[in-house]
């Protein structure tokens, strides 16, 4: 779709594109509201180095799919960057319904921080069958299921202590000069007309065509050019947060949200300016 947009010169919002390499084409009219994978991770790895100085050891456990795997491959490039050790790094089948066998091996290494990509139902079966292997860490770190209000619900109070990270989260507090305003009445707009509660991809989309509502308001127009022109200087906070692009189109401006589950509840703990908690230690 960005080559098609590209040769017709219409500006172009990708809403959930995170790879560094879709931006790496010198493309003009393409800009992105995802930042590059490793700002999940990279800020995890550092809040996890800075509250919790006995992890020393790591596993990752990741599903066999685009975006758990590039995830998983960004948290091992974290963890190795700031002196952890990788115990363990593997992957999963989609459609995997039995990890005991690889839960039993993590469980004999001992890590410190377990690591583990998928979505919700797969986190959720790991995460029971954790439970009832009694494996217990320190730091468990899930991505993206605890995103989802859905997986904070079924698992209970197996979520105490999960932490996790995403572009954004309906926890965050942002007063944005979008038409949504503040994230707060974002989110009750969204569950007033969709009754659940909107996730990272949902807000993606929604400041997506907010940014282009400013943009063709600054412009005067709906020529292109102009429009681009005024997306390639946006310089805005948003409900989503604040958005800048880069010279590559992608969002440099956001930090994405690191939040943990505590009280059955997601509490922000990075960025600084939206923290609502402190980290918290042990999963049991």
């Not at 038409?179 to 997506?208: I, M, Q, R």
């Not at 505590?262 to 509490?267: A, D, F, N, R």
Request: hydrophobic share 40%.
């Amino acid at each position: 779709a960005s080559t098609i947009a590209e040769k017709y010169k219409v500006p172009m919002l990708a809403a959930t594109a995170s790879s560094s390499q879709v931006y790496d084409q010198n493309y003009k009219y393409l800009f992105g509201t995802f930042t590059p994978n490793d700002t999940l991770t990279t800020p995890l790895t550092n809040l996890v180095k800075a509250k919790a100085a006995d992890v020393k050891k790591v596993a990752i456990l990741a599903r066999n799919d685009l975006f758990p795997l590039a995830i998983a491959q960004e948290m091992e490039k974290s963890a190795k960057a700031n002196g952890l050790e990788v115990v363990y790094s593997e992957k999963y089948a989609i459609n995997t319904l039995d990890h005991s066998a690889t839960l039993s091996q993590i469980k004999s290494l001992a890590p410190q921080w377990i690591f583990v990509t998928g979505y919700t139902n797969d986190l959720l079966l790991i995460r029971k069958q954790m439970v009832d292997q009694q494996i217990k860490s320190g730091v468990v770190t899930m991505i993206a299921g605890p995103a989802y209000q859905e997986f904070i619900d079924s698992a209970g109070a197996s979520a105490e202590n999960i932490s996790s990270a995403s572009w954004w989260h309906p926890a965050e507090q942002y007063d944005g000069k979008d038409l949504f305003g503040s994230t707060a009445n974002f989110v009750k707009l969204f569950k007033d007309k969709y009754k659940l509660e909107p996730d990272y991809a949902h807000a993606s989309a929604a400041v997506c065509g907010a940014l282009f509502q400013m943009a063709i308001e600054k412009a005067g127009s709906l020529d292109r050019d102009k429009v681009r022109d005024e997306l390639a200087k946006m310089d805005v906070v948003t409900f989503w947060g604040p958005v800048k692009f880069g010279a590559n189109g992608q969002i440099n401006s956001l930090e994405p949200p690191v939040f943990q589950i505590q009280g059955g509840k997601p509490v922000v703990l990075f960025p600084d300016a939206i923290k609502q908690g402190e980290f918290k230690l042990g999963v049991n």
